[in-house]
């Protein structure tokens, strides 16, 4: 049957809009990109994107951009409507992202948009609707902000299989989160945010930044920009090809299980395939396997070499000389891979576990090597733990130091409930319009020290080690930093960024400002009973009251200080959330402000106030002392006890009648203030510190961070770090109290330094350790003098035929050395260095313990330059004066059977060299202490148990088939009530567990840390929900019949979770342990998002 050939139609225009916009907007992401580049284009420097189930039901992205002009309103979303270009060959010169005029028409007939923008010096905003590519209705004036925002509802509304096959938003999500970063590293100069709808915090946040790789260290963390290195790349050859390249790659250190490259192209975000693919060829030879890289590269090409209309998502571009560019860059990069395969690091599979083992030690270094992400954790005790994240809640010394509970039960959960639930505002995003506020905070930038802000940013607190210095750790690194100069900094910053956007604190009474300031000057004062001059006292109270009065309305306005008309002081300002300052210190507050701020010069004025509230603010000592130690006979009521100082007995209330003497409001309202200090440092002032403070310059150097040498005053080690301190004025002080066999083997030395050896050096920029790797001779001349005087001081075993080597082998050494200065006053240069000061402390054992006249005559030059150094000033200040040994030790009678033979006159020792020279061994011998052997855990000493773990946990993960009936009712068989429990757990904040990644994340960190319990335990953690935010319970056996202490004294994620003991003779309960165990789903009526099993 012959059939008529279909008649050709043309389609209705509104059909091929609709297929149009099918093409550009393919999904939420794709949308969220265009308006990204439209506000780009628009010379934005602060973009916001808000998303309500993935972008499906809302997406509004807000800029600070030039607007668009209320008469461009009517044509703004038709089709081919643009002001990127005129006429085509406009594309050959084209640098805007944007040219066809298709999205935002696009977005018009695949959901709803709404517009709302203003221009610059326009009284007011407009906002209009658009569907189908028409305004719908005029547009109307309404309030706004400089720039324009944009909001699509209902996205895909009228393409139902589209819209089914994006319904998971769990999926879209983390994709635009993910090209968000991607936009951060590359316009630096550009704030980006990101927010669930009716979320308070943003999943990512980037600030403007100087440089791509503090861009790449905001948004992928320190880890992933410290294994980055730059790249560039550059060719003026038209013959060629003319291109310019520069980027970050990461280097062969790096491991990750996904590649991420991020590919600019004339600052357009593109992808290409052929230069993937010759990247990827590169670290495939030079990664372990399965390893991916980081790539980060932007290429300026001439506008003309480009065509930028190849894809309808702009996706994709064609390049002129293609194949020779990427030949060039895979060539630098594969050149830049090579020159730095010469330094790798490699995790071992297994570990030492003693504490040794987190070392590499060589004859001259020691060098750490942090284990890579997602590697197994050590099973180390937190009170022994490196922590070297700073994300980890817990910090507080108790997760470190065996300490006794206190017996302020009530007090201490108190503080534990709330701990999670402190959240800072984050700073206002309009800047204030005041040019000398806008000064201020420039200097605050400019003067920022980069290394401190990477500390503070990125630290993790441990806890108080005084009332002013607490310790701080970042990666292995442990510092003492002054807490009040700290808070000071911070209180005074955030007044200046926070500047006229404060919220008040009310008080409850009106404070008479006069009664105050008197107050205040009493306290001054050196005689407040004095009588004197009370009334030039009151004069200047009626006068800064006055004065204050007359500045109310400024300090209410700008700073949340509410004086009423009165004379009252009613309100202050909330600089810190769940903070309030010391209401004690008000009086010296409103003193402050009257007599110390210039009220004349504007900049002068506001910069002074924030001082001001900066250091009333500051996280000051209480002034009441702390009850702790010798401070609790400030609260004894008999005045003779406050006497007896020298009686450690009494001080620390040992004594019968101690209870009855002591003022117990008192002191309980001492211990009150000092907790609650302790508590908002660590909860509310460090956590604020990581989020705003840029630490200035001068903080490396005025004391606010402490260097802090661990050494005892005879150390020779130690020497040579405080001869260079003076050397370079470098104020540098040996730890106090610090006795060796008992400091160094305390948690915090052995965070420095594992093996517990001296000296060691706590600097900004890490701990330093190991003194002689700087010259390889001076190592030999210091083995051989311990080998030939320790023997016979009784350290180690004497052999004369092992000291007859160590002589010779000196002596060849010092020849050597008295060669080179016999033309050389010093070893290097004209001056003293630091090798001359190794030396010489090195020398210096060997001249007062060994090395007598007759031994060292031999070596003239040496002689000369040893003597000449040593009785410099600043050698001496530190050595003091140094005695030449007269005789050789005789060897110490520990073992008759050493032999004898008398190799060297070793008769004439006075007795007191003798004396002298057994004081010495015990210390050194302290050094060498070995490690005592690891006590049993206490579950090791149950009574043996009718359930072996290990074959339930076999039994688990052998059985593929009927579930229930092998390895649930296997479960059953097995259990032991008597020598195991089960539990429940339920985390307690699930409202923060907005992202499937973080979540995940935390559960698996849960895991890791928990990997100390691994031989007693069997736990199923179950990620719960299709969308944020998303519940954690689990399940967990552990052996005996409660948890064990060590699991949750050591492992901090304990405390947030609900801990449930399962009544195994509850059905119901019974039953959820077998759904928990087989990951059944859906889990009481939720979609699993992930199952994860700890065995």
């Excluded at 507050?589 to 504007?602: A, P, R, T, Y």
């Excluded at 030059?861 to 030449?884: A, S």
Aim: proline share 6%; glycine share 6%; aromatic share 8%.
């Amino acid at each position: 049957m012959d059939m008529e050939p279909p008649r050709i139609h043309r389609l209705d225009e509104a059909v091929v809009n609709r297929i149009a916009a099918g093409e550009v907007i393919q999904r939420p992401l794709s949308a969220v990109k265009e308006l990204l580049e439209n506000s780009l284009d628009a010379g934005s420097t602060s973009i916001s994107v808000t998303l309500k189930d993935g972008g499906l039901k809302l997406i509004q992205v807000s800029d600070d951009g030039h607007g668009i002009r209320y008469e461009d309103l009517p044509i703004l979303c038709e089709r081919h409507t643009t002001s990127k270009l005129s006429k085509y060959e406009d594309l050959q010169s084209i640098k805007s992202m944007g040219f066809r005029g298709e999205a935002l028409a696009s977005m018009t007939y695949v959901g709803h948009v709404t517009v709302t923008t203003i221009t610059e010096g326009q009284l007011h905003g407009y906002r209009a609707t658009y569907r189908d590519g028409m305004m719908e209705h005029e547009a109307k004036p309404c309030a706004a902000v400089k720039g324009t925002q944009v909001m699509i509802e209902n996205l895909f509304y009228n393409m139902t299989a589209r819209r089914k096959t994006l319904q998971n938003s769990a999926d879209d999500y983390p994709k635009i989160v993910d090209l968000i970063c991607r936009f951060a590293i590359h316009h630096t100069s550009v704030s980006f945010s990101c927010r669930k709808h009716g979320a308070t915090r943003a999943d990512v946040h980037t600030v403007a930044t100087s440089s791509s790789l503090d861009a790449v260290r905001l948004v992928y963390g320190v880890s992933v920009a410290q294994q980055l290195m730059i790249v560039e790349a550059s060719d003026d050859d038209p013959s060629s090809s003319i291109f310019k390249m520069e980027g970050l790659i990461s280097n062969c250190n790096y491991i990750a299980k996904k590649a991420t490259v991020v590919l600019y192209i004339n600052d357009r975000l593109v992808e290409c395939g052929p230069l993937k693919r010759a990247i990827e060829i590169v670290y495939a030879a030079t990664l372990p396997k399965a390893s991916k890289p980081f790539i980060y590269l932007s290429i300026q090409l001439p506008p003309e070499h480009i065509d930028v209309n190849v894809h309808p998502t702009k996706r994709e571009v064609s390049l002129l000389n293609q194949e020779v560019i990427i030949e060039k860059i895979h060539s630098v990069i594969e050149s830049k891979l090579r020159n730095s395969n010469e330094s790798r690091t490699f995790q071992e599979q297994r570990m030492d576990p003693t504490p040794s083992g987190f070392m590499t030690a060589s004859k001259d270094s020691l060098s750490y090597h942090p284990s890579p992400s997602g590697s197994k954790s050590q099973k180390v005790p937190v009170h022994k733990m490196v922590r070297t994240d700073s994300q980890d809640p817990a910090g507080r010394l108790h997760a470190y130091l065996q300490i006794k509970p206190c017996s302020n039960q009530k007090g201490s959960s108190l503080l534990t409930s709330v701990r999670s639930s402190i959240r800072q505002r984050r700073n206002p995003k309009e800047t204030a319009d005041l040019s000398s506020i806008q000064e201020l905070t420039r200097e605050i930038d400019s003067s920022c020290h980069a290394e401190l802000q990477d500390i503070v940013g990125q630290c993790t607190y441990i806890g108080m080690a005084d009332d002013v210095y607490a310790l701080l750790q970042h990666n292995t690194h442990l510092y003492l930093v002054n807490v009040v100069n700290l808070s000071k900094e911070l209180i005074y910053q955030q007044v200046l960024r926070r500047f006229a956007h404060f919220t008040a604190i009310q008080l409850s009474d009106p404070a008479p400002l006069p009664e105050l300031i008197m107050l205040a000057l009493k306290e001054e004062d050196l005689d407040p009973e004095g009588n004197e001059d009370t009334e030039l006292k009151r004069k200047i109270a009626e006068m800064n009251t006055e004065l204050l009065k007359l500045k109310a309305e400024l300090l209410d306005e700008y700073f949340g200080i509410h004086i009423d008309s009165s004379g009252n002081l009613s309100r202050l300002p909330i600089v810190l959330d769940q903070y309030t300052p010391d209401m004690d210190r008000v009086p010296e507050f409103i003193l402050c402000l009257g007599n110390d701020v210039d009220w004349e010069d504007e900049m002068s004025c506001f910069q002074t106030i924030a001082a001001a509230i900066g250091n009333f603010y500051a996280f000051h000592p209480p002034l009441l002392p702390n009850p702790s130690g010798n401070g609790l006979k400030f609260y004894k009521r008999d005045p003779s006890a406050g006497q007896e100082m020298g009686d450690t007995s009494k001080d620390s209330g040992m004594t019968s009648n101690g209870k009855e003497d002591v003022d117990h409001e008192l002191l309980s309202e001492a211990e009150n203030a000092w907790a609650q200090r302790e508590w908002s440092i660590q909860h509310v002032l460090f956590p604020s510190m990581r989020l705003f403070l840029k630490p200035p310059t001068s903080m490396a150097t005025n004391g606010t961070f402490v260097k802090v040498l661990h050494a005892t005053s005879t150390n020779k080690n130690a020497f040579k770090a405080l001869i260079v301190a003076e050397f370079t004025g470098v104020k540098l002080e040996l730890a106090k109290d610090f006795e060796m066999g008992v400091s160094n083997k305390t948690f915090e030395f052995l965070k420095l330094n594992p093996i517990g050896k001296v000296p060691v050096l706590e600097t900004p920029d890490g701990a330093i350790f190991e003194s002689n790797a700087i010259a390889r001779y001076v190592t030999e001349i210091d083995v051989n003098i311990a080998r030939w005087l320790y023997p016979r001081l009784g350290f180690v075993q004497f052999l004369q035929p092992m000291e007859d080597i160590a002589v010779s082998a000196l002596k060849r050494a010092l020849g050597a050395l008295n060669t080179h200065l016999t033309s050389n006053t010093y070893l290097v240069g004209h001056g003293v260095t630091l090798a001359d000061i190794i030396v010489i402390c090195n020398l210096s054992l060997g001249f007062k313990g060994i090395m007598t006249k007759s031994f060292t005559s031999e070596f003239p030059h040496v002689e000369r330059y040893f003597w000449t150094l040593v009785n410099q000033p600043k050698f001496k200040k530190i050595l003091g004066d140094v005695t030449q040994a007269e005789s050789i030790p005789s060897v110490a009678s520990k073992k008759p059977s050493q032999p004898k033979e008398p190799a060297k006159p070793k008769a004439k020792e006075a007795p007191t060299n003798e004396t002298k020279k057994e004081v010495q061994p015990k210390e050194v011998a302290e050094e060498e202490e070995a490690p005592k052997p690891k006590p049993k855990n206490p579950l090791d000493l149950l009574p043996p148990s009718k359930m072996i773990l290990d074959d339930w946990k076999r039994l688990y993960s052998n059985t593929k088939t009927n579930f229930r009936e092998v390895a649930i009712k296997g479960f059953w068989d097995m259990y032991d009530p008597e020598g195991y429990s089960l539990w429940f757990c339920d985390y307690k904040y699930n409202d923060e567990n907005t992202v499937s990644f973080v979540t995940l994340n935390k559960v698996s960190g849960f895991l890791q840390r928990m990997d100390l319990a691994r031989k007693y335990a069997f736990g199923k953690m179950l990620i719960i929900g299709s969308g944020g935010p998303f519940k954690v319970k689990g399940l967990w056996l552990f052996r005996g019949t409660e948890i064990p202490q060590f699991v949750l004294d050591e492992c901090y994620d304990m405390e947030l979770y609900e801990w449930t003991k399962v009544d195994i003779n509850d059905e119901a309960q019974k039953e959820r342990v077998n759904q928990m165990i087989e990951d059944a789903e859906p889990f009481e009526g939720e979609p699993l998002l992930d199952a994860k099993c700890f065995k």
